[in-house]
Structures are given as structure tokens and as C-alpha cells.
């Protein structure tokens, strides 16, 4: 009881750390040293953190498993909503500082479109779905469990939800700038109306065990043994034992490519287009197209296979890595050293956590 104890904290803090050390870190948003902060880290943890916890909470609660893959990508683009449009105002600011070439581009009724469908499927993946995922990866013994108890999750709810004052005052502070009424009621309705769809939406197969647990594959092992007894020289063990091993690892070196250029040309066409003042509708097209089939893909891929954890591993990681190399090729000097060095870290960490529990597994 200990043991799954201290799991369930190992397993929450990773998403409190690595929530904001990828959304707001590996994305090139905030260098190293402002990142560390301690008053700007406390901040980025109470927003990215405790939003990304929040979300695995709730997707735990509702559907019973942390890689119910629909309801997590509502819960992601409105976690993206309530960040960019309700705290920050990105959205609509005309002017907010990370704009660049989108500044003005694809704008209209108040609403930066371009920028608002890059960054709510940026926060969906990068600061909500990654994060959930390496954790539950991690911790696989305790993926299906609830890590925070109601007395814990209640208060990180409603700090989530007052923190947004102080984010509030700081953009106000720093533009002066204020949505209109409309805008700003609009994204609080698709805010919460992707919240009720994602409890309300019934998603089969949400329930996803990793694998077989140990007890089961010895007795499918010792049936096998039994039956074919006289037509094998070499008897089937936990180790030699993969009906499906093969099929799975396809998939998962396949979603891991397919993430990877996924991640490319969401990021080419948000940053290309704009910048050679391409028809505004061209991104949104490309970006919602080319996420909708990596997800269909994914989803099946899910379904079709029984060790869904690391099918759905492999391709955060493929996304994953192409911000990492994001980093290092656009990010500061500093950013690029300890940052790379702190994702690679982050990734080997992950798979040895994860392939440690395998063995003891198998051992068991």
C-alpha cells in the first residue's frame, strides 16, 4: 500500500514538472533561467501542471482509465481554451507578444483563428496528452487508479480556477488589453461545452489493459505447454511467449515515424504560411486535417492491438522528439544545452521506469 502510494506521488509530480517543462520549455516560450524562477515556475506549475493533472484526474473518474484517447483530446483543446482564451487572451489580443507573423493574419470578429487552432492543438498534445502519457507509462501498475484523492483534487480544481485572476492581472498589467464580451463568452461556452462532451461522450475499448497480467500468461503458457507438448523441442516461457509481440512493435514503430511527421507539418504549415501570407484558411485546413487522421490512426491502432500503453507511448515520444529537435535548432544557447539535456533525460527515464516494471512483472 506504500509502494502504490508513493507511485501515485512519483506519478503525479512527473505531470506537474513536465507539463509546463514541455509546453512552456522545449516549445522555446520561456528561456531556461526565466523558466526557473521559483515565482514564475510555481506559476507555470499551477497552470500547466495542475491543468494537466486535473485533466487525468477527470478522465480517470470518468471513464475508469488515463488513455481514454477521446476524452483526453477534449479535455487537451479545452485545457488549451481556458489557457490561451479565458487567462491570457492570446486568442484575441492583437497584440500579444508571441504572435510574429501571425499578428494580424487570419484575423476576424476579435479572434486570432490561425493562432487559436495552432495553439489549442499544440496545448491538446504538448502540454496535456505527453505528459498524461508518460506517466501513465511510467506507472503502469497504477495507470486505471486515482492519484489524488478527493480532498486534494477538489482544492487543485478551485486554485486552477483562482489562479486564473493572476494571470488575468499580469496580461491586463502588461497590454492593457481587455477581450470583448462576445469573444471572450464564446470561448467560455466551447470551453465548456468540450468538457461536458468529453464526460458525456460514451467511448468503448476506454478501458485499456497494458497486457495480459503475469498470472494469465502462465496459464495460457502451461495450456500451450500442455497441448503441443510433444511438437516443440524448446517449452514457451514468459520471455518467448508473444503471440502478438510482433504486430504491436510494428505499430509502435509505425506511430512513432507517423507522430514525428505529424509534429512536422503541423508546425511547418503554422509558421510557413503565414510567413509567405498564404489564404489564412490553408493552415487551419492543413493543421486540422493532418491532426484529425494521426488521430483516427491512432485510435485504431488502440483497438487492433492488446498493449495499447505502448502503442500510444511510442507515439507521443514521435511527437515528442520533433520538439525536441524544435529546441535545439531555434532555441537560446543556454535553453538549448539544458533543456536538450533535460529531454533526453525526461524520454530514457520514461522507458527504464517502464521496462523495470515489465521485468518485475514478469518476474512475479
Given at each position: 500500500?506504500q509502494?502504490?502510494k ?10 506537474l ?10 516549445s522555446?516560450?520561456s528561456?531556461?533561467?526565466?523558466f526557473?524562477?521559483p ?6 506549475v ?5 491543468g ?5 484526474e ?7 482509465n488515463g ?32 504572435l510574429?507573423n501571425f ?17 489549442a492543438?499544440?496545448?491538446m498534445?504538448y502540454s ?8 501513465q507509462?511510467?506507472f ?7 492519484w ?7 482544492p487543485?480544481i478551485?486554485?486552477f480556477?483562482l489562479g486564473g ?17 462576445t469573444e471572450?463568452?464564446?470561448c467560455l461556452?466551447?470551453t465548456?461545452?468540450l ?17 495480459k ?6 496459464q495460457q503458457?502451461?495450456?500451450i ?7 516443440s523441442?524448446e ?6 511467449y508473444?503471440?502478438?509481440?510482433h504486430?504491436?512493435n510494428a505499430?509502435?514503430?509505425l ?6 511527421i505529424?509534429?512536422?507539418?503541423f508546425?511547418?504549415?503554422?509558421f510557413?504560411?503565414p ?24 485510435k ?5 492491438t492488446?498493449?495499447?500503453?505502448k ?9 515528442y522528439?520533433?520538439?525536441?529537435l ?13 533543456y536538450?539535456f533535460l ?6 527515464v520514461?522507458?527504464?521506469?517502464r521496462r523495470?516494471?515489465?521485468?518485475i512483472?514478469?518476474?512475479?
Amino acid at each position: 500500500m506504500q509502494k502504490e502510494k508513493r507511485q501515485k506521488i512519483f506519478g503525479s509530480t512527473l505531470i506537474l514538472i513536465t507539463s509546463p517543462f514541455i509546453g512552456e520549455g522545449l516549445s522555446t516560450s520561456s528561456p531556461f533561467l526565466e523558466f526557473i524562477q521559483p515565482i514564475n515556475f510555481i506559476l507555470l506549475v499551477m497552470l500547466y501542471g495542475f491543468g494537466a493533472l486535473i485533466v487525468r484526474e477527470l478522465t480517470i473518474r470518468w471513464k475508469q482509465n488515463g488513455f481514454a484517447l477521446i476524452t483526453l483530446v477534449l479535455l487537451g483543446i479545452a485545457y488549451g481554451c481556458i489557457e490561451e482564451g479565458l487567462y491570457l487572451f492570446s486568442f484575441f489580443n492583437p497584440n500579444w507578444h508571441d504572435l510574429d507573423n501571425f499578428q494580424g493574419y487570419g484575423r476576424f470578429y476579435g479572434v486570432n483563428w490561425v493562432w487559436t487552432i495552432y495553439l489549442a492543438l499544440f496545448h491538446m498534445v504538448y502540454s496535456i496528452i505527453i505528459p498524461i502519457v508518460f506517466a501513465q507509462s511510467a506507472f503502469p501498475t497504477i495507470q486505471e487508479k486515482k492519484w489524488l484523492p478527493n480532498y486534494l483534487f477538489i482544492p487543485m480544481i478551485i486554485i486552477f480556477i483562482l489562479g486564473g485572476g493572476i494571470w488575468f492581472f499580469y496580461v491586463y498589467k502588461e497590454f492593457q488589453y481587455l477581450p470583448g464580451i462576445t469573444e471572450y463568452l464564446g470561448c467560455l461556452f466551447v470551453t465548456i461545452a468540450l468538457i461536458i462532451s468529453a464526460w458525456l461522450i460514451p467511448e468503448k475499448n476506454s478501458k485499456f489493459p497494458s497486457e495480459k497480467s503475469s498470472k494469465q500468461r502462465n496459464q495460457q503458457i502451461e495450456e500451450i505447454n500442455n497441448t503441443n507438448n510433444n511438437y516443440s523441442d524448446e517449452p514457451l516461457s514468459q520471455d518467448n511467449y508473444s503471440p502478438i509481440r510482433h504486430r504491436t512493435n510494428a505499430f509502435a514503430i509505425l506511430h512513432l515515424f507517423v507522430s514525428f511527421i505529424w509534429a512536422v507539418v503541423f508546425f511547418f504549415s503554422a509558421f510557413l504560411f503565414p510567413s509567405y501570407n498564404s489564404p489564412f484558411y490553408i493552415p487551419i485546413i492543413v493543421q486540422l486535417i493532418t491532426t484529425i487522421l494521426w488521430l483516427l490512426l491512432l485510435k485504431f491502432s488502440l483497438i487492433k492491438t492488446r498493449d495499447r500503453v505502448k502503442i500510444i507511448l511510442f507515439a507521443m515520444t514521435g511527437a515528442y522528439a520533433f520538439l525536441y529537435l524544435f529546441n535545439i535548432v531555434v532555441g537560446e544557447i543556454l535553453s538549448k544545452f539544458v533543456y536538450g539535456f533535460l529531454g533526453f533525460v525526461l524520454v530514457i527515464v520514461i522507458f527504464l521506469v517502464r521496462r523495470k516494471k515489465q521485468k518485475i512483472d514478469i518476474v512475479k
